[in-house]
Every structure is written in structure tokens, then in C-alpha cells.
């Protein structure tokens, strides 16, 4: 059984700092796409940052360039995004994805081709 589950959400105020963790289970290092997703009120769910399970290559949403890193713990089984600056724009529910289908793969704008499964969330609030 398939198991994502996120920590390390909460409320920082602008330029703060937050790194979130997703600790999966029943997926493997190799799982060909694992990605973050964000949810605010009112807005559909868009992709933030996605990594290759194996050979790393990495895409991130425009929002998120150059303040956001996505990695992975092969070792621990577990996917990281530390995120940086932090604005209120940023304010969502945070979501782990993981791709296991052939053929998952990151793609532009930070999502993965094809998701498969979803963790159950983290909220990142950022105040003004």
C-alpha cells in the first residue's frame, strides 16, 4: 500500500523560510516522477516543483524559480522541497505526488506527467 505523507507546513511571515518533507511508503527511490502540488482557496491545483526518481532531472514552477528546492533522501525514502522567501502569494495547501507509471515524467511547469498518487497535505500560510 501506497503511502505519502507530508510535514513541515505552518505559518511563517514574508522572506521566511519552510521545508517541507513527504515520507513515502510502498513507492520506491526509483519511482519515475515525485512532485510537490498547491492548493489556495478558490484556485485549482497547480504544480510547484518535480524530480526524476533516478537521474534527478528537475522542473519548477515559474513562481517558485530560484526561491524553491526539490531533493530526495534515496536512503530514507523521502522527498524534500525547502522553500525560501516565502510570500503570501505562496499561502496553499501543499501536496506530495509520486508517479509510478511508465512513463512519469517531470515536465515543465513543476508537475508530473502523470500522477498516481497524492499525499494528504500540509498548509504553508506566509502573512504579510
Known amino acids: 500500500q501506497v503511502q505519502l505523507v507530508e510535514s513541515g507546513g505552518g505559518s511563517v511571515q514574508t522572506g521566511g523560510s519552510l521545508r517541507l518533507s513527504c515520507a513515502a511508503s510502498?513507492?520506491?527511490?526509483?519511482?519515475?516522477?515525485m512532485g510537490w502540488y498547491r492548493q489556495a482557496p478558490g484556485k485549482e491545483r497547480e504544480g510547484v516543483a518535480a524530480?526524476?526518481?533516478?537521474?534527478?532531472?528537475?522542473y519548477y514552477a515559474d513562481s517558485v524559480k530560484g526561491r524553491f528546492t526539490i531533493s530526495q533522501d534515496y536512503a530514507k525514502n523521502t522527498l524534500y522541497l525547502q522553500m525560501n522567501s516565502l510570500n503570501p502569494e505562496d499561502t496553499a495547501m501543499y501536496y506530495c505526488?509520486?508517479?509510478?507509471?511508465?512513463?512519469?515524467?517531470?515536465?515543465?511547469?513543476?508537475?508530473?506527467?502523470?500522477?498516481?498518487?497524492w499525499g494528504q497535505g500540509t498548509q504553508v500560510t506566509v502573512s504579510s
Open positions: 505526488a509520486a508517479g509510478a507509471s511508465f512513463g512519469s515524467r517531470p515536465q515543465r511547469g513543476g508537475t508530473c506527467s502523470t500522477v498516481d498518487y
Open positions: 510502498g513507492v520506491s527511490a526509483s519511482t519515475r516522477c
Open positions: 524530480i526524476y526518481g533516478v537521474g534527478g532531472s528537475i
